[in-house]
């Protein structure tokens, strides 16, 4: 594959210079084959910009810049940030400026480092929860020129059976060499991989390991993110923590810019960065003298046969398998050496889709409202004006919130309005990159991909009186619940429990609803009285009655308790919940895909959806926690020992439905399931 000519890799961001040698003026860069010049605007971010001037095509990267502009050093023409000609120096003030424009890139700053995408990116820059983690320090390790394709230094990088010879002089034993084998889950940005290998520990490499012996064992769990980035976590018996990130940033075929972050969990004085730079340079040089020996062209196309393969190269051909397909789904084909046939454009208005997104909707933020202390609601829109997919009270979207990052977000608007959906974040104390990415970086304009609405927490709209219990952000699916019962005329209540006003959300809308005589707060750090209180709350209720509650586990379980005591039919207890402790032991059972012919063994600790994927049977999962619903799958035959909470008991003695992303079979037993 020659990576320039590919036109989808235009529509991603690229780790392209450190920020720290943009502060003397501007600096050129070739990404893709293209001339760029990047540049700091007047507020400090950085810019980029097509490396020609529109006079006489000088470089603009032998300028300068003043007050965030830069200026062409040929005839002095200036332009702001934004590409725009602002001055020609040449003119009097009654000559008016040409409405002129160099090409603009997008371009942004993370983790020390401009990035930049040619085209709209299609996925946002991957999330490293470290950079924002005091226990961690950030170390700017390399930024070099590489003369190979950057698929092989990704594949590469996932390549145990490599250690024994290419790092043979530092960590790689000889005498071992046969690899240890990655257990891979493909995602919707790229995989997980995880592996424990044995490696030797020379003296110069104690400090880094934090290890004396001469042996020690790394744990790693790595990541690779479509198409060139990869996190390598590796982790000693020490307790040290090595993590690696890399970009390899394609210059041109043949060519990359191979930029490496480090994070460590220790301290300078335990282990200098200066050190630690020094060790893992011998490495990457190691790895450089052969990737630089290899042939650009790395063909992912594995039917053609180009080259040969073997058992351990199992995360290179899902990586080729992965490229190839989002290739094909963008309209496009691999090109190869020697005839490559042109990039086919996509029509006038359509829009590439980036990986994970089929069947997904694009929106669009429209408004950011902050609602509560650490809550933000988003109002999204179809960027085409069009009414939205129609949804039923209690239902939720699954929101791409970043790559590798699918989160779950109950619907809070009114059912019957189409033409936008609302969703509210809670910033948790231990985000694990969801609610933070949301709160830092999503604003008004930005787009962003949801699935269509799926509802597990549906009213009964048939009961006679409807008692809803929410507390904090738990509110969210009951204000649509609430909205649809007004108008049907139904009989409710919204019981809304919280601390105080300040970290009540929606409170002073919900006041101001056309059913606000419906509605009970039960503040109790400004009045301990009136915590609420379940069973006096559900023993008022009349006969059939249902109940709804979404909040905290402490008040589902009071409401669940609540209605067992007074002996209320389960059925008229409805929750939802968000997140869950999954339980992955149990003993080995058998799963049989029925549809694909794939008959698997299950160990301890491994789900069906996983095992099933490692053999191209693909189930959905997005919360892997048995919360959403997203990977529920029908059975035909066998047991099931169900770990979710997302299944009715109604649903679970039917038999016919399993979360393949916890549940499991009982021990010893056969499932037979319909994929």
């Known amino acids: 594959m020659l990576t320039t000519q590919q036109d989808l890799f235009r529509h991603f961001w690229h780790a392209v210079m450190p920020l720290e040698a943009l502060a003397g003026g501007p600096v050129p860069f070739r990404l893709l084959g293209v001339d760029i010049v990047l540049f700091l605007g007047e507020d400090g971010e950085p810019r980029a910009l097509r490396d020609r001037c529109r006079h006489r095509t000088a470089r603009l990267s032998r300028g300068w810049c003043e007050k965030g502009r830069i200026v062409c050093g040929y005839h002095g023409w200036t332009y702001d940030g934004t590409g725009r000609l602002v001055s020609v120096p040449q003119f009097d003030d009654t000559q008016p400026v040409p409405d002129l424009a160099v090409e603009r890139f997008w371009c942004t700053a993370r983790y020390g480092y401009a990035w930049v995408s040619l085209s709209e990116p299609i996925e946002d820059i991957f999330d490293v929860p470290e950079d924002r983690d005091p226990g961690f320090r950030r170390i700017h390790q390399f930024y070099d020129t590489w003369n190979t394709a950057p698929l092989r230094m990704m ?12 790092h043979r002089a530092t960590f790689g034993d000889v005498s071992s060499p046969r690899p240890k084998r990655y257990e891979v889950t493909e995602t919707e940005y790229g995989f997980f991989a995880t592996s424990t290998v044995d490696i030797l520990n020379p003296p110069e490499a104690h400090a880094i390991t934090g290890e004396t012996g001469p042996r020690t064992e790394r744990r790693m769990q790595n990541h690779w993110f ?38 460590r969990n220790d301290r300078e004085e335990d282990c200098p960065a200066a050190r630690l730079i020094e060790w893992d340079r011998r490495i990457t040089e190691e790895d450089r003298a052969v990737l630089e020996s290899t042939d650009c062209d790395a063909t992912i196309d594995i039917a053609t046969r180009r080259e040969a393969h073997m058992p351990s190269d199992r995360p290179g051909i899902i990586m080729r398998k992965r490229l190839l397909d989002l290739l094909h789904q963008n309209g496009e084909a691999e090109i190869r050496r020697p005839d490559p046939p042109p990039a086919r454009p996509l029509a006038r208005g359509a829009m590439r889709l980036g990986p994970g997104a089929a069947g997904t909707i694009a929106v669009t933020i429209a408004t950011v409202a902050r609602e509560a202390e650490r809550v933000v609601a988003l109002t999204l829109v179809s960027p085409s004006g069009e009414a939205l997919p129609p949804f039923t009270a209690g239902a939720h979207v699954d929101m791409h919130v970043a790559t590798g990052i699918v989160r779950q977000y109950s619907l809070c608007s009114d059912p019957a309005d189409r033409q936008r959906y609302r969703v509210a974040v809670l ?84 006041e101001a609803a056309p059913f606000a005589h419906r509605l009970v707060t039960h503040l109790s750090g400004e009045n301990p009285a009136e915590r609420f209180a379940a069973l006096a709350t559900l023993a008022a209720e009349e006969p059939g009655a249902h109940a709804y509650v979404c909040g905290p586990e402490r008040l589902q379980r009071e409401v669940a308790e609540a209605a067992a005591t007074l002996g209320w039919d389960p059925a008229r207890v409805h929750a939802e919940r968000f997140t869950a402790d999954v339980d992955r032991d149990g003993e080995p059972f058998t799963v049989v895909a029925a549809r694909s012919n794939v008959t698997l063994d299950i160990l301890p600790g491994q789900s069906i959806a996983t095992r099933l994927a ?44 399993i979360t393949a992303c916890c549940s499991r079979g009982l021990a010893g037993s056969t499932l037979r399931l319909d994929v």
């Open 614 to 657: 490692e053999h191209d049977v693909i189930i959905p999962v997005s919360c892997e926690q048995g919360v959403c619903g997203t990977c529920l799958t029908r059975v035909l035959d066998g047991p099931i020992d169900h770990r979710d909470i997302v299944l009715s008991e109604t649903e679970r003695a039917s038999g016919t439905l």
């Open 427 to 510: 910033l948790e104390a231990q985000s694990r990159g969801g609610s933070a990415t949301i709160h830092e970086a999503f604003h008004v304009g930005r787009r962003v991909r949801i699935t269509p609405p799926r509802n597990r927490f549906a009213l009964d709209e048939t009961a006679p009186r409807h008692l809803l219990v929410a507390g904090g952000i738990g509110v969210t699916p009951l204000i649509a619940m609430a909205w649809r019962l007004y108008t049907l005329g139904a009989d409710f209540t919204l019981h809304l429990c919280a601390h105080n006003r300040a970290t009540a959300p929606f409170l002073a809308e919900l």
């Open 226 to 263: 479509l198409p060139f980035s990869r996190r390598m976590d590796m982790e000693y018996p020490s307790g040290i923590r090595h993590i690696i990130i890399n970009c390899a940033t394609p210059i041109e075929d043949g060519r990359i810019q191979l930029v490496q972050i480090l994070y």
């Open 155 to 166: 594949e590469n990088s996932f390549d145990n059976a490599h250690f024994a010879f290419v």
